[in-house]
C-alpha cells in the first residue's frame, strides 16, 4: 500500500482534455487511480494521458461523445476490459454555448445544450451504475455550476437550465443509488479560469467578474479538481445527494 487515496481505484472523466476535467484526470491519478481521459477531442485526450503516465500515473485515453449512449457504452466496456471494472465517474464534460438572449437561442441549440450537458450526465450514469450497484461502491460526481443554483454570467438561459436540471438528476440519482453504498454529490463551481471562459470573456469581462468575487480571483482548475478528489474519497462517505458550492464566497445573493 502506497497511502494514496485511490490505489487500485477505476475512474472515468468526461470532458478530460483539458480545463478541469484534465485538473481532475491529474489529480485522480497522481493519487493512485487508473484514469480514463474521455473527450471528443483526441489530441487533446492523449497529452494528458502522456502526461500522467510521465507522471508514473496510469491512464487511457477513449474518444467518446456522452450524449451518444452506444459511444458511451462502449467506453464502460473498454473500461472494464483494460481495469476490471469503473469505481469512480466524473461527469464533467459540458458545453457552454453561445451567449444571446433567449428569444435568440436556436431550437437546434437547446436541444444539443440538453444533449450534452444533461443527457450525457444521464447515459455515463446509467453505464456505471449497474457496475457498481453489483459491487456496493461507487463516487459519482456531477460539476453542474452555479449557473444552476442562480443564472449564468457566461453563457445563455439554455446553459443554466442545463445545469439546474444536473442538480435534480444528482439528487434523485444520490436517493436511488444510497442503498448500494454509492454516493451521488455535484459540485457548483463558479467562474473558474478555464479554456471555456478565456475564449468567450474579453479580459475587461474577467477583469469585472474577478472584482465582484469576493476571494478577487476566479477558481482555479486544481481549486475544483481538490473538492472532487475529496468527494470521490472515502472522507466524504456520508455525503450524499449534496451540491458543493466553490465560488470565492460569490454567495449568489
Ligand atoms: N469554467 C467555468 O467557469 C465553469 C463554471 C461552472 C461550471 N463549469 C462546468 O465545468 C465543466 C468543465 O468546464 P471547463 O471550464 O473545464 O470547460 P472546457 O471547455 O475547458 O472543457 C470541457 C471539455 O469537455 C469536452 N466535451 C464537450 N462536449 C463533449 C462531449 N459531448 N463528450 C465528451 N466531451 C465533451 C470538451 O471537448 C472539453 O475538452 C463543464 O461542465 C462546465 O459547464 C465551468
Redesign the pocket.
Known sequence: MTGKRFEGKTAIV??A?????RAIAQTLAREGAAVVV????RE?AEQVVREIEAAGGQAMAYI????RDNEVHAMVQATVARFGTVDILVN?????GNTRPLEEIPGDEWDQMMA?NVK?VFNCTKAVLPLMKARRSGKIVN?S???GRSTSTFGGAHYTTSKAAILGLTRHTAREAAPYNINVNATA????D????RERATPEHIRSEEQSIPLRRLGT?QDEANLVAFLCSDESSYIAGATIDINGADLLL
Not at 189 to 192: A, D, L, T, V, Y
Open positions: 468526461t470532458g482534455a483539458r480545463g478541469m476535467g474521455n473527450d471528443v477531442k487533446g467518446a461523445d456522452i450524449s464533467n464534460a459540458g458545453i457552454l450534452i450525457g460539476v455550476s452555479s449557473a463551481p463558479g467562474s473558474m478555464t479554456e471555456m471562459v482548475a
